[in-house]
C-alpha cells in the first residue's frame, strides 16, 4: 500500500448548505468530487495528523463507495482512527453520539437527509464537530475556501476494508474499528426514558407503528422498540434501509409518509403512529387520526419532559427555529424558562446547549431534539413520546387536547413552492423587501400588520452574527407569515411559507388548520403577489 498525492483543481459549487455539501449522486460519482471536498475537510479543521473520526452513513446509493474513498482519505492524511458503522451505516443522531461517546475529533456523515436516494437522486456529505454537532459556517467557509483552492489530495492505494463485520482493520498506520451502529445509542435512549413504563403499555396493549421509510432507523427501530421494548414484530415497517429507499421520498411528513397516515385514518388505527427520513434525526408523530404538527410536538415535549427520567430535574431552556410556531414559547413562559429563537438549521442551536442554556431544541421542519447528542434525533423524539404518554395513561388526541386547553392554540403551516426557478424566487422575495417599510399599518384580509423584517440573528454565546434569515410580516394580533428559500434542495429553488395563528380558547381549538388559517394564507398570496412571481398559488407539499 502506498499514499499518492493526487494533482487536482478546484470544482466549483462545492460550497455546503443548511447541512452540508448536497448534490445530486452524479455530481458527487464525478472524478475527483468527492476526494476533493474530503479533502476540503481535513485542510479546514487543521489536517487530520493524530486524529480520531467517526464516519457512517443513512445507506444510501453510494455511501459504500464513498466510505472506503473516506478511510483511504483518512489515513493518508495521518489520522490515528476511524471508528464507522457495521456495513457504513450510521444514522445521524448515532454517529454524533459516538462522537461524543468517544470524544473523537469529530465525523464525517454521508447522508441527503430527508431527499430521495439512487443513482438520479441526491447525496451528501458534512462533518460534525467534537461536541458531535454540525460544523459551523466559520467551519463551513473555510472548507468552501479550501475547496476553491484545491492543487491535490491524498489518498492510500489499497483494496475495499471488510465492512460487512464487527472488527478491526488497518489501513496503513489508522485503525478502523467496525462497530454495531445500534448498540451504544439504543444504550443512551435506555438511560433517558423509562423503558419499563413503556414496555407495560406495550405489554397492556398499546399498539405502536413506526415507519422507518427503508431509511436508516430500521435496524435501530427494530432493535428500540420491538427487542428491547416488546412490540410486536413488523411494528417497524419498511424497516429494511435500501440505497434508493424503495424509490420513496423519506421524508416523514403527511404527504411522503402516505402509507402510515392512511394507517392512522384508517379503521383499526394504531394508537401511535411515526415515522423518520432517509438518516433518523427527523421525526413525525401521528395518533389515531391526529397529526401532531411539529411545533406543537415541541410545545407538548416542553411541557412534560420532566416525565422522562432523563430529565426529571427540568429543562435548562428551549429553542426554536424563527419559523417554528411560538407554541412553545407560551410553555417555556409558563414554566419560567429560557426561550431562544434562532435561524432554521440544527448547527445554531449547538452553541447554546455548549454554553448549558438549553435542553430542548426543535423545528418545524420535524426536528426535535436535546442536548443528549448535538443534532435532531427521530428516534429520541419517538421515545419520548411513547415515554409521556405511559406515564400520563392517554393517547395523543387526548394529551393534544389537554395542551391546548391550558396554552392555547397556535395553529399552524408551511406550504412549500418547489422546483421554482431561482430568479423567480428571489424575485418575489427582493420584490416584498421593497415593499416592507410600507406594510405596518395596513389591513389585509381585516388583519393589521404590525411588522415587516427580514429575521437576523445574533448568537448569544459567541456573537456571531447571521442575517438574511427569513422575510416576517407581524399581525397586530400576533399572527404571521414567514417566508424563506429552502437550503437543502438540489433542484431550483423551494420557497417556503409558514403560516401561524394563536387562539388562546376555550374557543375555536378544533378547527382544520387549513381553515383556521385561511386569512393569513390569503395574505401571504397577496402581500407576496405570488401569482405574478411565480406563476402559482397552489404548494406542492402542506405540513
Ligand atoms: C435540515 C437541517 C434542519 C433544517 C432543515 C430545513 O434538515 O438539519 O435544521 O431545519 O434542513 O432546511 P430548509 O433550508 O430546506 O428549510
Ligand atoms: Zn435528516
Not at 134 to 157: G, I, L, Q
Not at 253 to 277: I, T
Not at 400 to 412: D, T
Not at 467 to 493: K, P
Request: charged content about 20%.
Amino acid at each position: 500500500m502506498t499514499i499518492a498525492t493526487v494533482p487536482t483543481e478546484p470544482i466549483t459549487g462545492q460550497k455546503p448548505g443548511t447541512s452540508g455539501l448536497r448534490k445530486k449522486t452524479q455530481v458527487f460519482m464525478q472524478r475527483h468530487y468527492l476526494e476533493n471536498f474530503v479533502q476540503a475537510i481535513f485542510d479546514a479543521i487543521g489536517g487530520a495528523d493524530g486524529k480520531t473520526f467517526v464516519v457512517g452513513g443513512d445507506g444510501r446509493y453510494f455511501n459504500d463507495r464513498a466510505v472506503q474513498v473516506i478511510l483511504r482519505m483518512a489515513a493518508a492524511n495521518g489520522a490515528a482512527k476511524v471508528l464507522v458503522g457495521q456495513g457504513g451505516i450510521l444514522s445521524t443522531p448515532a454517529a454524533s453520539h459516538l462522537i461524543r461517546l468517544n470524544e473523537t475529533d469529530g465525523g464525517i456523515i454521508l447522508s441527503a437527509s430527508h431527499n430521495p436516494g439512487g443513482p438520479d437522486e441526491d447525496f451528501g456529505i458534512k462533518f460534525n464537530m467534537p461536541n458531535g454537532g454540525p460544523a459551523p459556517e466559520s467551519v463551513t467557509s473555510a472548507m468552501y475556501d479550501a475547496a476553491s483552492s484545491m492543487t491535490e489530495y491524498r489518498v492510500y492505494e489499497s483494496h475495499d476494508i471488510d465492512l460487512s463485520a464487527i472488527g478491526t482493520h488497518a489501513v496503513g498506520d489508522m485503525t478502523v474499528e467496525v462497530l454495531d451502529p445500534v448498540a451504544d445509542y439504543a444504550d443512551l435512549m435506555e438511560t433517558l426514558f423509562d423503558f419499563d413504563a413503556i414496555r407495560a403499555m406495550i405489554a397492556g396493549g398499546f399498539r405502536v407503528r413506526m415507519d422507518s421509510m427503508c431509511a436508516v432507523t430500521g435496524p435501530y427501530g427494530v432493535e428500540i422498540l420491538e427487542n428491547r421494548l416488546g412490540a410486536p414484530r413488523g411494528t417497524v415497517v419498511n424497516r429494511q434501509p435500501l440505497p434508493d429507499f424503495g424509490g420513496m421520498h423519506p421524508d416523514p411528513n403527511p404527504v411522503w409518509a402516505k402509507m402510515l397516515m392512511d394507517e392512522m385514518w384508517g379503521a383499526d388505527a394504531p394508537d401511535f403512529g411515526a415515522a423518520s427520513d432517509g438518516d433518523g434525526d427527523r421525526n413525525m408523530i401521528v395518533g389515531p387520526e391526529v397529526y401532531v404538527s411539529p411545533s406543537d410536538s415541541l410545545a407538548v415535549i416542553a411541557a412534560n419532559a420532566h416525565l422522562a427520567k432523563g430529565y426529571t430535574d427540568g429543562l435548562k431552556g428551549v429553542a426554536r427555529s424563527m419559523p417554528t410556531s411560538g407554541a412553545v414559547d407560551r410553555v417555556a413562559a409558563a414554566k419560567g424558562l429560557d426561550c431562544f429563537e434562532t435561524p432554521t438549521g440544527w448547527k445554531f442551536f449547538g452553541n447554546l446547549m455548549d454554553a448549558g442554556r438549553v435542553s430542548l431544541c426543535g423545528e418545524e421542519s420535524f426536528g426535535t431534539g436535546s442536548d443528549h447528542v448535538r443534532e435532531k434525533d427521530g428516534l429520541w423524539a419517538v421515545l419520548m413520546w411513547l415515554n409521556i404518554l405511559a406515564k400520563r395513561g392517554e393517547g395523543v388526541g387526548a394529551v393534544m387536547a389537554s395542551h391546548f386547553a391550558e396554552y392555547g392554540r397556535n395553529y399552524y403551516s408551511r406550504h412549500d413552492y418547489e422546483a421554482l426557478e431561482n430568479a423567480k424566487a428571489e424575485g418575489l422575495l427582493s420584490a416584498l423587501t421593497a415593499r416592507f417599510a410600507d406594510l405596518p399599518g395596513m389591513e389585509v384580509e381585516g388583519m393589521t400588520i404590525a411588522s415587516a423584517d427580514i429575521f437576523k440573528y445574533e448568537d448569544p454565546v459567541d456573537g456571531s452574527v447571521s442575517d438574511n434569515q427569513g422575510w416576517r410580516i407581524v399581525f397586530e394580533d400576533g399572527s404571521r407569515i414567514v417566508m424563506r428559500l429552502s437550503g437543502t434542495g438540489t433542484t431550483g429553488a423551494t420557497l417556503r411559507v409558514y403560516l401561524e395563528r394563536y387562539v388562546a380558547g376555550p374557543d375555536g381549538l378544533d378547527e382544520e388548520p387549513q381553515a383556521a388559517l385561511g386569512p393569513i394564507i390569503r395574505a401571504a398570496r397577496s402581500l407576496s403577489d405570488m401569482e405574478t412571481h411565480i406563476g402559482r398559488t397552489e404548494p406542492d407539499v402542506i405540513t
